[in-house]
T-cell receptor, first 111, second 114 residues
Framework: LAKTTQPISMDSYEGQEVNITCSHN???????ITWYQQFPSQGPRFIIQ???TKVTNEVASLFIPADRKSSTLSLPRVSLSDTAVYYC????????????FGKGTSLLVTP | GAVVSQHPSWVICKSGTSVKIECRSL??????MFWYRQFPKQSLMLMAT?????????EQGVEKDKFLINHASLTLSTLTVTSAHPEDSSFYIC??????????FGNGTRLTVT
């Protein structure tokens, strides 16, 4: 299973763009990259998933370089409510195997 | 879509008793469900994987006789913590998926054993 490495914590001010990078050097050919957001005492919430290049949805963008050994979650214009832990997971979307969580990035957004 | 419901959201029980936690996929059929445990300030740790109609696969170090998992249908999995002790107090989270879909998580169950 691909191991992921993220910064332990990040700080940002409201309204700024936040980019969280995840390293996954031993990603496999069939692996997708998925990001989740978790608030205290809640289950993780799906944010975005991608395989290569760029994926964008209504809440975030995901940038994946050609070698796929890293990925960057981009949150545009964060608000206080984006304060949470963000997890990058790598795994085969078609398999029955669970995705293993790394330590995640604790994002603190302040006024 | 892809809603996973977990019940109860919190439970307090006395040491030595058993507690059952339910996990339901409300609007999809889950081929596989997973159970995680999360201690304060830590990441989620996978406990077991369950497929409908078959025995669960437990991660190393997780006692299968203590954490009983039943996956009776494509929409329901249950985790029973048997003979609970204070060290079992934790946040238990289930997740479900179909093939080719991301994992979707329940909102977790806070278990406190007194």
């Amino acid at each position: 299973l691909a191991k992921t490495t993220q910064p332990i914590s990040m700080d940002s001010y409201e309204g700024q763009e936040v980019n969280i990078t995840c390293s996954h050097n031993n990603i496999a050919t069939n692996d997708y990259i998925t990001w989740y957001q978790q608030f205290p005492s809640q289950g993780p919430r799906f944010i975005i998933q991608g395989y290569k290049t760029k994926v964008t949805n209504e809440v975030a963008s995901l940038f994946i370089p050609a070698d796929r050994k890293s990925s960057t979650l981009s949150l545009p214009r964060v608000s206080l409510s984006d304060t949470a832990v963000y997890y990058c997971l790598v795994g085969d979307s078609n398999s029955g195997y669970a995705l293993n969580f790394g330590k995640g990035t604790s994002l603190l957004v302040t006024p | 879509g892809a809603v996973v419901s977990q019940h109860p959201s919190w439970v307090i029980c006395k040491s030595g008793t058993s507690v059952k936690i339910e996990c339901r996929s409300l609007d999809f059929q889950a081929t596989t469900m997973f159970w995680y445990r999360q201690f304060p300030k830590q990441s989620l740790m996978l406990m077991a994987t369950s497929n409908e109609g078959s025995k669960a696969t437990y991660e190393q170090g997780v006692e299968k006789d203590k954490f009983l998992i039943n996956h009776a249908s494509l929409t329901l999995s249950t985790l029973t913590v048997t003979s609970a002790h204070p060290e079992d107090s934790s946040f238990y989270i289930c997740s479900a998926r179909t093939l080719s879909s991301p994992l979707h998580f329940g909102n977790g169950t806070r278990l406190t054993v007194t």
